[in-house]
């Protein structure tokens, strides 16, 4: 070995400095033990600067637009709002500026975490090397995370697309935007891009935002629809090309095959999950398409000292499952818990407005496991007198229930987000439905809702002919 590699021994040796890999390296430096941490692009992943802090920056400038727009309802007389595109850009690198320092070098050298900046790959079951570096671990974790999938499309390649790691930098407001794929990414950069001036156009080959509440997704898509987004479900393209100076896409929807032209092309078709370069098959890590191939403890099949968290685990493609990842391996391998990846229900929410957030089973879901024996309670968001006071009435609150038991939940409306986690909170705590409506909301909030929803599921019971009738036997006690 070259005198100017420097050989290193650790407890812990991380490979990606995204939020599975960062959570495992502060909890296990702050545990103590001795941690390599490997990183070859920026500190903080893909969620900090290409995809959640980014997004969710943009949205909300898009947000302040439509605001704007709305006032006129309120009472309130404007003008039209203007986009100051080079404005838009500063707010969404200033939000990761500000977020970066969370996810520093310096921050986790602050820790005793010794950071390499290069490429890392395996050379055996236990060590890992770089350019300048040879790691010998007892525990190796992958946390690579994933990135946009180029679906096989003709000419494709051949076009200047755009993906999440390039859409937030464009010089230039697109004048009119094609997003191949109507999942979460697609759906949320639509709206955005609408609402700040831009023509755009989805195009989705089955059902956009398909794995939502279908209810509750076809209210976000109305929406955006309403909002001058062109939403073309059951469209597939077929091919893409460019002619002076636009791209255009070819697309087939069974009976025509339409012809968009466009300036831009952004493609959100999926994730998959980041291998390559890893040299896998020396360190004895089986692996496929979706990620390393590991079970509900997230550790590998074939090399024992290996596991994998967040997008490399090939499981829910989410920021907070990267983190839950990494608590799951702080229990299992420094605590002997016997904590599971599976333990928890899953939360996930599009940031379209209406927000739609989705816990546990849909009603689809539930119907195809546990077929008539489900139920749902729902309340809507036109009752909810928060609500109605602020104008932002579509929506409502459905809970998913198998014998009584909640097995999952759907919110659809203003802050769906943050209101899901009162059910979050009970359904991870194994809570029964009455946790739900045993509690006083503060008056008026929106997150009633969920306890409206609850007390629905009991009213036919509560105020029942036998109800009435043991009211009235014990109206006789004095």
């Not at 509900?296 to 829910?316: C, F, I, K, Q, Y």
Request: net charge positive; glycine share 10%.
């Amino acid at each position: 070995m070259s005198d100017s590699v420097k050989t290193l021994k650790a407890d812990l040796c991380i490979i990606g400095a995204g939020s599975g890999g960062l959570s495992a390296a502060a909890g296990a430096a702050m545990l103590g033990l001795k941690v390599v941490l490997y990183e070859k692009h920026e500190m903080g992943g893909d969620c900090l600067n290409y995809g959640c802090v980014p997004s969710k920056a943009l949205l909300s400038a898009a947000k302040a637009a439509a605001g704007v727009r709305e006032a006129k309802k309120y009472g309130i007389r404007t003008q039209d709002p203007k986009t100051d595109w080079d404005a838009v850009k500063a707010h969404v690198s200033g939000a990761i500026a500000t977020i970066a320092p969370v996810d520093s070098q310096e921050r986790f050298e602050g820790l005793g975490v010794t950071v390499i900046r290069e490429a890392a790959r395996f050379a055996d079951k236990k060590t890992i090397v770089s350019d300048t570096s040879c790691t010998q671990a007892r525990r190796i974790i992958i946390a690579t995370g994933s990135r946009a999938f180029i679906p096989p499309i003709e000419g494709l390649k051949d076009v200047p697309f755009l993906t999440n790691e390039t859409i937030f930098t464009l010089p230039e407001l697109p004048e009119h935007l094609v997003i191949l794929g109507g999942g979460p990414i697609g759906v949320e950069m639509a709206q955005a891009f609408t609402r700040l001036g831009s023509k755009v156009t989805v195009i989705e080959m089955g059902r956009a935002m398909p794995r939502a509440d279908a209810d509750h997704a076809a209210i976000a898509i109305k929406t955006l629809r309403e909002e001058g987004v062109t939403v073309l479900e059951q469209h597939k393209a077929q091919r893409v090309m460019q002619e002076n100076g636009h791209i255009r896409v070819h697309t087939d929807n069974g009976t025509a095959t339409p012809v968009i032209d466009c300036s831009h092309l952004l493609v959100a078709t999926g994730r998959r999950a980041v291998l390559d370069g890893l040299d896998l098959e020396k360190g004895g890590v089986e692996y496929s398409q979706k990620g390393i191939t590991v079970g509900d403890t997230l550790r590998s099949h074939s090399n024992p000292r290996v596991w994998a968290l967040g997008d490399a685990a090939g499981m829910e493609q989410f920021t907070h499952i990267a983190g839950w990842h990494a608590s799951v391996f702080t229990r299992r391998a420094f605590f002997k818990q016997g904590t599971r990846a599976s333990s928890l229900p899953v939360p996930a929410v599009t940031y379209t407005s209406p927000e739609v957030a989705q816990l546990g089973l849909t009603e689809a879901e539930a119907r195809t496991k546990f077929g008539g024996k489900v139920t749902t309670s729902a309340f809507p968001f036109h009752e909810n007198d928060r609500a109605i006071a602020e104008g932002k009435t579509l929506g409502e609150c459905k809970l998913v229930l198998h014998k009584g038991k909640l097995v999952g939940a759907s919110i659809v409306g203003e802050g769906a987000g943050d209101i899901l986690q009162l059910v979050s909170v009970a359904m991870s705590n194994g809570l029964k439905l009455t946790a739900l409506t045993n509690f006083i909301s503060p008056y008026p909030t929106r997150a009633e809702v969920v306890k409206r929803a609850a007390s629905a599921h009991f009213t036919p019971v509560v105020f029942s002919k036998n109800a009435r009738r043991l009211v009235g036997l014990l109206q006789r006690i004095p």
